[in-house]
Each structure stands twice: as C-alpha cells, then as structure tokens.
C-alpha cells in the first residue's frame, strides 16, 4: 500500500472507531438497558430493602419469616429477569442462573440449597447495584445530553433572531458549538457503550452458575444417572431372569417326579429340549449384558482393518437364508451385483450387527415377505450398509426407543422373538464403536430399513 493510502486507511479506521458507534443498533440497546437501570433499581431496593426490614422486625413472627421467604422468591424472579435483560439487550454471555434439573426454592430442601449458593447472594448484590448505576447512568447521560443539546441549541436561537448580520464573529464560534455538541453527544454514546460492556461482565460474573459449580451439578447429575441406569439394569436383569429360570425349574421339578404323577406328555426329551433352550438363552443374556458392560466401560475392544464389505454381507444372507426360507417363509438375499466397497471394520462385530438385523427383519416379515441386504456408497467418505424387509413395521413412537437396552416392541404386533430387547442397543453400540452408525426407517405395514455406516477406506 502506498503512504497516502495507507494514511487514508487509517483516517477511515478512526472514523469507523469515532462515528461507527452511532451506527450500531447494540449501542442503543445498551443505552436503553442503562436508562432504565435507574427505575428498576429503585423498584428492587424499595421493594426489597422494605420487605427484608419489615421482615427482619417482625422476624419473631411467622409473618416476618414468610415476608422474608417472599423477598428470596422476588429477588431470585427478578434476578432471572435481569440476566434475560442483560443477554437481550447488553448482549452478555451470561451462563444459566442454575442447573435445569433443580428444583429450587419449591421445598425445604430446595430452599436450603438455595441459601447456600453463591449465585443466590450475588445476584441479590448485583440488584442492590443498579441503583447506584442508575444514579450515576442518569446524571452522566443527563448532563452530556443537556450539554449537548444547549450547545446546539444556541447557535439556532442566535440565527433564529438574525442578530449575526451585526456581528459576522460569530459565526464561526457557532458552528465550533454545534461541532461541540455533536461531539458530546458521540462521547455519551461512547461511554454508554463502555458502561454497557463493563456491566454485562459484571452480569456474566453475578447472574450466572459459576464454571466449578457448574462442574459440580454437571458430575452431580451423572453420578445420579449412572446410579439410575444401575438400579434400572438390575431390576431389568431380574427380571429377565425370572422367567427362564423359572421355566428350567418347573420342566426339571417335573422330571424329578415318580413317572406315574408326571403329566402324560412330560417325555423326558421334550422336557429336556425346553430346559437346554432356556440356559441357551441364559447362556446369550449373560454374553449381551457382558457387551454392554464392555461399552459402558468404554472397552468395547474392536480390531478394525479394512473389510470388503461385499463377502460380508453375501457370508451373512448365506448363513440365514436357508433357515429363513425353511421355518418361516421369508427370501433372505443381496442385489445380484454388489459393488466393489471396503470399509474400516472390526470384521467379526461387523457380522454380528449385520446377523442381529437380518434376524430381526426375518423374525418381523410375514410368511412370502423379503429382506435384502444391500451395499451403496455415501459420498465424500462413507458406506452404507442396509438391511431392508418387508415386514410389519415400526411405529414411528418405537423408532428411536427400539435402540433403548431392554426395550421390546407391542408384543401384539411382534413376534415373540426370544431375545431380551438388547439386541439393537448392543448393535448400535458396535457400530458406533467402529466409527459408524446404526439408524432405521420404517413404515408401519410396509416394512424397515436398517442402516449401519461404516468410514470408506
Ligand atoms: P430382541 O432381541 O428382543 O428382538 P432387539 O433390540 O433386537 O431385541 O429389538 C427390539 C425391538 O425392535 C423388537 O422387540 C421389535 O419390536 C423391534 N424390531 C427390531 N427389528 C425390527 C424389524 N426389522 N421390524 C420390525 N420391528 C423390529
């Protein structure tokens, strides 16, 4: 850039600084949230400051204590209040007042928490504050304005009464007055513009959750969520237990009875049969709950490489196909021509998702029904593998809640597939461990599509 052009450069980056202010809509919003510091603060001490000393003598009194409960309430009300008026009109990045999980203030205990929390008393101080920002806002804008407006006032009256043709002096004096007044009132837009800054870092500072406390309620809430999810585990498995175990029991007690009060169909055989399907279920509850253990504990340990992806899914409808054409009807296939994909994979969990959905579509397609597994790239750097059949469908308030551990669909609609609802939990886990991921469409009565992705290599 050349000397005159970077000296005019610069002029027009002073002229940005000086003038700019004038041109920005959040200069006046602060100049107004500034106006009205001075009405609202002294709402907030006369109404406080009255309440807390009335309450505070006639404390000895249940009435002083309820007054006292009443000013707490008010002021935290109006502390949200104000820290929505300072991110609405100062702009202020102001954390949240509390966790959204909290109830405050609604019984003994949500009181006492709230006593003991900082927020709580600065944000009282903070109130308390505005008052005196107000008095200094108002006399501050009051005198510059005034300033300003007489020193462009004047010159108008002296023109208005034409006395200037005696005395062309004063013309420029004039003009440097009127220069004078815009001037001032730039300077009030300046420093109603400092002021406003420096008060919504004070609002930051005094109207939000600070960042430890926030910490603190964050690991709060997921201790107690973890303690949830524990509770809920081990009345799920107890439950899942129970029927099962229950099963073996009746059969072997069966067994064990003299042959003549045995029922007449009590075969040992038959009976033997139900009592191995049950521990084999047993025996695959304990290997899914052993996998969502792993996940939890983050070692969901999977050996990723590069898979081609079309074996895959031609080992996977080669293992069901003949099973499903023969116990239930349904064609399990894959498109004549698979394209040429590879994906990063753990080749064994891959395969356990995939048989997962193709289990599941064939358990949920009505006789003559058809489940394709196809393969499709997703541009810039991702495949997709789908599982899509023609079966009985997904209401759209199960389609997320499928994935849930221990969720089972209406059995009314479903079939009684055996499984325990953990399934799809722990297949969308192992994708997502593999840096994929595992989602559903579906129509009720025309049938779904589960999509697993995987990183291309
Ligand atoms: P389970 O092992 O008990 O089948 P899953 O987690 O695999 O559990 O499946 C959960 C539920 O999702 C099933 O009870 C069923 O209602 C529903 N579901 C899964 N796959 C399909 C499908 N292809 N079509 C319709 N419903 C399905």
Redesign the pocket.
């Given at each position: 850039m050349s000397a005159p052009a970077a000296a005019a450069w610069d002029v027009g980056r002073i002229a940005v600084a000086v003038f700019g202010v004038a041109a920005r809509g959040r200069t006046y919003t602060r100049l107004l949230y500034l106006l009205l510091s001075l009405p609202l603060g002294l709402f907030y001490v006369l109404l406080l400051g009255s309440g807390m000393a009335l309450g505070a003598l006639l404390a000895i009194t249940g009435v002083g204590l309820l007054l006292l409960l009443g000013c707490l309430v008010a002021a935290w009300a109006f502390a949200l209040f104000e820290r929505e008026l300072a991110v609405t009109l100062l702009g202020a990045d102001v954390p949240p007042m509390s966790a959204p999980d909290r109830g405050l203030l609604a019984s003994w205990k949500g009181l006492i928490g709230h006593l003991g929390r900082s927020v709580t008393w600065k944000s009282m101080a903070f109130l308390i504050l505005k008052f005196p920002l107000g008095i200094v806002v108002a006399t501050a804008t009051g005198l510059l304005l005034a300033g300003s407006v007489l020193l462009i006032t004047t010159p108008l009256r002296i023109l208005n009464e034409s006395s200037w043709f005696q005395r062309p002096v004063l013309l420029p004096l004039m003009a440097w007055m009127v220069l004078l007044g815009v001037a001032l009132i730039l300077l009030a837009l300046h420093i109603a513009n400092w002021i406003g800054l420096a008060w919504a870092g004070l609002a930051r500072i005094m109207l939000g959750v600070a960042q430890e406390e926030r910490d603190l309620i964050e690991a709060r809430r997921r201790a107690e969520a973890a303690e949830r999810s524990r509770r809920e585990l081990i009345l799920n498995v107890s439950h899942e237990l129970r029927t099962p175990i229950a099963s073996i029991q009746g059969h072997v007690d069966t067994l064990l009875l003299p042959p003549e009060d045995r029922p007449a169909d009590a075969t040992p055989d038959h009976y033997l049969k139900v009592v191995s399907g049950e521990t084999h279920r047993l025996g695959a509850l304990v290997e899914e709950l052993l996998d969502l253990a792993r996940a939890d504990a983050h070692e969901l340990k999977v050996q990723m490489r590069p898979v081609a992806l079309a074996a895959v899914v031609r080992s996977v409808v080669a293992t069901f196909a003949p099973m499903a054409r023969r116990e239930r009807l349904v064609a399990v296939a894959h498109p004549e021509a698979l394209p040429d994909l590879v994906g990063l994979a753990d080749p064994d969990r891959l395969t356990q998702v995939l048989a997962?959905l193709v289990r599941?579509?064939v358990t949920?397609t009505p006789e003559g029904g058809a489940v394709l597994v196809s393969l499709a790239s997703l541009p810039p750097d991702r495949v997709a593998i789908d599982v899509a059949?023609t079966?009985?469908?997904?209401a759209p308030e199960?389609r997320e809640r499928?994935f849930e551990r221990f969720?089972?669909?209406d059995p009314s609609r479903?079939r009684d597939?055996g499984?325990?609802?953990?399934?799809?939990?722990i297949a969308r886990e192992l994708a997502e461990a593999m840096g994929g991921s595992l989602t559903v469409t579906?129509e009720p009565n025309v049938g779904?599509t589960?999509r697993v992705t995987l990183r291309q290599r």
């Open positions: 997962n599941n579509a949920h059949d079966g009985i469908g997904i199960d499928i969720y089972r669909g479903s597939t499984g325990f609802g953990l399934g799809l939990a579906s779904s589960f």
